[in-house]
């Protein structure tokens, strides 16, 4: 019939959409979840109750301006890093947490900056985005306020794109790691996400290529970052466990050595031993992450690229640093503690390093922060009071160690680790060596600290020290011949203390625990000077009760 309306069919090209086309206008693409993944990973529900109660950690929600750094760095962090969902989930149902997460949420759109630089934009940050918000879709974006979720969702879309063009700026290791694997996320559960999954899958793999070393290990050496991406990882394949497309082998791989690296360096009591910076941690976040893995994995006793040797014989365990310290690039203000150990026995630590604030980054002042990250901090050996690796003033590592020697094995029946480093070659013509020996129960520990001559004969008598931190509430009671000691950590624990080549002295000393707090405690330092030549000292530490 003339002048009928005629139904529009679905393949006519519109007259707004023919204008876009002639004109170059790009169309909005529509923004929205395709999936929820699970997140494994539980969170803090302590600090999870203290947000539904309209704190974030000390500070009220109603004046909390994400904007204007007021916050602890680490808190900063975990707020513009969404880990703070985790805590709600942890505290309560979606319904309950709602609120609370809503009000942070939309804090953080307001004061996320419109340009994108600063370090709200940081790529690593926009990549844990990317992984948690879409887990936690039921407490972000259950309202009816439209115009609120479809900001938020393109901000999430916004910063993908930020990731693709930004994300190998980052620091190797665990920030581009963590970059890479939000814009895999978002590309999979995200639609009008733009990066292509192929080429997110490439970047990720880059960045683990480049991070990681052939065991697992992060290139940084640290285990706090160690742990993060062992927490990282099960969030990725929770992604792809949301649709059909298949988890790649490489990735697979990567998880599972960096579990086993992770395993490899914590102690009896299931915390971390204290390396570049770290501290214990907390023995439940341990756990959790490692069930959250969902593998069976063992630790790597022999992790030469991640550079941490373990020695374990019934409840006892033993971590060595048998590598040279990170590069610099690889970790801000990296530790000169080659050859250093911790040693503890049926969940009670004896031999450990003082350590470092971890992720409590403002927990302790510049100058003990500096002096921690000294040889001298740490269970080995010091020769002519300097590092093994020199620290430069401006917190960058110099001359030091360049090579470590490493070989495993069994002697008379005792498990062994012989190493060596080359960090006192260049300036006193000695390198130091150390053998360690540990009986099959665990309660014999030998060890034997050499100097010896490299090249031509140094300068005579170089004093050294040889020191052993005690861990906090370990007792101390000095022989009188001066060669020994009797240490005590409990009423039917005891060990004895003998050394042959030096005097023992017992002096003040500090350790980091978990929270990053400094605690007192004593070390045992054995002193001498060695001849142009070199020289030897054993020791030896036993269960006495």
């Given at each position: 019939?003339?002048?009928?309306?005629?139904?529009?069919?679905?393949?006519?090209?519109?007259?707004?959409?023919?204008?876009?086309?002639?004109?170059?206008?790009?169309?909005?693409?529509?923004?929205?979840?395709?999936?929820?993944?699970?997140?494994?990973?539980?969170?803090?529900?302590?600090?999870?109750?203290?947000?539904?109660?309209?704190?974030?950690?000390?500070?009220?929600?109603?004046?909390?301006?994400?904007?204007?750094?007021?916050?602890?760095?680490?808190?900063?962090?975990?707020?513009?890093?969404?880990?703070?969902?985790?805590?709600?989930?942890?505290?309560?149902?979606?319904?309950?947490?709602?609120?609370?997460?809503?009000?942070?949420?939309?804090?953080?759109?307001?004061?996320?900056?419109?340009?994108?630089?600063?370090?709200?934009?940081?790529?690593?940050?926009?990549?844990?985005?990317?992984?948690?918000?879409?887990?936690?879709?039921?407490?972000?974006?259950?309202?009816?306020?439209?115009?609120?979720?479809?900001?938020?969702?393109?901000?999430?879309?916004?910063?993908?794109?930020?990731?693709?063009?930004?994300?190998?700026?980052?620091?190797?290791?665990?920030?581009?790691?963590?970059?890479?694997?939000?814009?895999?996320?978002?590309?999979?559960?995200?639609?009008?996400?733009?990066?292509?999954?192929?080429?997110?899958?490439?970047?990720?793999?880059?960045?683990?290529?480049?991070?990681?070393?052939?065991?697992?290990?992060?290139?940084?050496?640290?285990?706090?970052?160690?742990?993060?991406?062992?927490?990282?990882?099960?969030?990725?394949?929770?992604?792809?466990?949301?649709?059909?497309?298949?988890?790649?082998?490489?990735?697979?791989?990567?998880?599972?050595?960096?579990?086993?690296?992770?395993?490899?360096?914590?102690?009896?009591?299931?915390?971390?031993?204290?390396?570049?910076?770290?501290?214990?941690?907390?023995?439940?976040?341990?756990?959790?992450?490692?069930?959250?893995?969902?593998?069976?994995?063992?630790?790597?006793?022999q992790a030469r690229g991640w550079g941490y040797q373990r020695l374990q014989a019934k409840d006892s365990v033993l971590v060595m640093d048998a590598a040279p310290p990170p590069a610099s690039k690889a970790l801000a203000g990296p530790r000169a503690s080659t050859l250093a150990f911790e040693y503890g026995e049926g969940g009670q630590r004896l031999i450990?390093?003082?350590?470092?604030?971890?992720?409590?980054?403002?927990?302790?002042?510049?100058?003990?922060?500096?002096?921690?990250?000294?040889?001298?901090?740490?269970?080995?050996?010091?020769?002519?009071?300097?590092?093994?690796?020199?620290?430069?003033?401006?917190?960058?590592?110099?001359?030091?160690?360049?090579?470590?020697?490493?070989?495993?094995?069994?002697?008379?029946?005792?498990?062994?680790?012989?190493?060596?480093?080359?960090?006192?070659?260049?300036?006193?013509?000695?390198?130091?060596?150390?053998?360690?020996?540990?009986?099959?129960?665990?309660?014999?520990?030998?060890?034997?600290?050499?100097?010896?001559?490299?090249?031509?004969?140094?300068?005579?008598?170089?004093?050294?020290?040889?020191?052993?931190?005690?861990?906090?509430?370990?007792?101390?009671?000095?022989?009188?011949?001066?060669?020994?000691?009797?240490?005590?950590?409990?009423?039917?624990?005891?060990?004895?203390?003998?050394?042959?080549?030096?005097?023992?002295?017992?002096?003040?000393?500090?350790?980091?625990?978990?929270?990053?707090?400094?605690?007192?405690?004593?070390?045992?330092?054995?002193?001498?000077?060695?001849?142009?030549?070199?020289?030897?000292?054993?020791?030896?530490?036993?269960?006495?009760?």
């Amino acid at each position: 019939m003339s002048g009928a309306l005629v139904p529009s069919d679905p393949g006519h090209e519109s007259f707004g959409a023919k204008v876009a086309r002639l004109l170059g206008l790009a169309r909005r693409a529509q923004v929205r979840l395709l999936a929820v993944p699970r997140d494994p990973v539980p969170g803090d529900k302590a600090f999870g109750a203290g947000l539904m109660a309209g704190k974030f950690g000390g500070v009220p929600l109603d004046g909390l301006d994400p904007a204007n750094g007021a916050l602890p760095p680490d808190q900063w962090e975990h707020l513009q890093g969404f880990g703070w969902l985790r805590d709600l989930a942890a505290a309560g149902t979606a319904e309950r947490g709602r609120a609370a997460a809503e009000a942070l949420a939309r804090a953080w759109l307001a004061g996320l900056p419109q340009r994108a630089e600063g370090p709200q934009w940081r790529a690593d940050l926009w990549g844990r985005r990317l992984l948690l918000a879409p887990a936690y879709a039921p407490y972000l974006l259950a309202t009816r306020d439209t115009d609120y979720r479809t900001r938020f969702l393109r901000a999430l879309v916004r910063g993908a794109r930020h990731i693709e063009k930004n994300a190998d700026k980052s620091r190797a290791g665990l920030p581009r790691i963590t970059a890479w694997s939000g814009a895999v996320a978002a590309s999979l559960v995200i639609q009008g996400a733009p990066t292509r999954i192929d080429r997110a899958e490439a970047g990720l793999e880059r960045a683990i290529a480049t991070g990681l070393s052939e065991d697992g290990g992060l290139i940084s050496r640290a285990p706090a970052e160690q742990l993060a991406l062992v927490e990282t990882l099960p969030l990725l394949r929770s992604a792809y466990a949301t649709g059909t497309r298949g988890i790649p082998d490489w990735l697979d791989e990567a998880q599972e050595g960096a579990l086993a690296c992770l395993l490899s360096v914590l102690a009896d009591d299931g915390a971390m031993t204290s390396w570049q910076g770290g501290n214990p941690g907390d023995a439940k976040r341990i756990s959790a992450a490692i069930a959250a893995a969902a593998l069976a994995e063992r630790p790597v006793p022999q992790a030469r690229g991640w550079g941490y040797q373990r020695l374990q014989a019934k409840d006892s365990v033993l971590v060595m640093d048998a590598a040279p310290p990170p590069a610099s690039k690889a970790l801000a203000g990296p530790r000169a503690s080659t050859l250093a150990f911790e040693y503890g026995e049926g969940g009670q630590r004896l031999i450990v390093n003082c350590g470092g604030a971890g992720e409590h980054a403002d927990a302790l002042g510049t100058e003990l922060a500096h002096l921690l990250r000294s040889t001298a901090a740490h269970s080995t050996l010091t020769l002519g009071d300097c590092n093994s690796t020199s620290i430069l003033d401006d917190g960058k590592l110099g001359r030091g160690v360049t090579e470590v020697t490493m070989e495993r094995g069994t002697r008379d029946g005792l498990l062994a680790i012989e190493a060596g480093h080359d960090g006192y070659v260049r300036r006193f013509g000695l390198a130091h060596q150390r053998l360690l020996l540990l009986s099959p129960d665990g309660k014999i520990l030998e060890g034997t600290d050499s100097l010896a001559l490299r090249g031509k004969p140094g300068k005579a008598g170089v004093p050294f020290v040889l020191r052993f931190h005690l861990a906090p509430g370990v007792e101390v009671t000095s022989t009188a011949d001066g060669r020994g000691a009797l240490l005590r950590a409990a009423p039917k624990k005891a060990w004895q203390f003998k050394v042959r080549g030096g005097i023992v002295e017992v002096e003040d000393s500090l350790w980091i625990d978990g929270t990053g707090m400094p605690r007192q405690t004593l070390q045992l330092a054995v002193s001498g000077e060695s001849p142009p030549e070199g020289m030897s000292i054993s020791w030896e530490l036993k269960r006495a009760g």
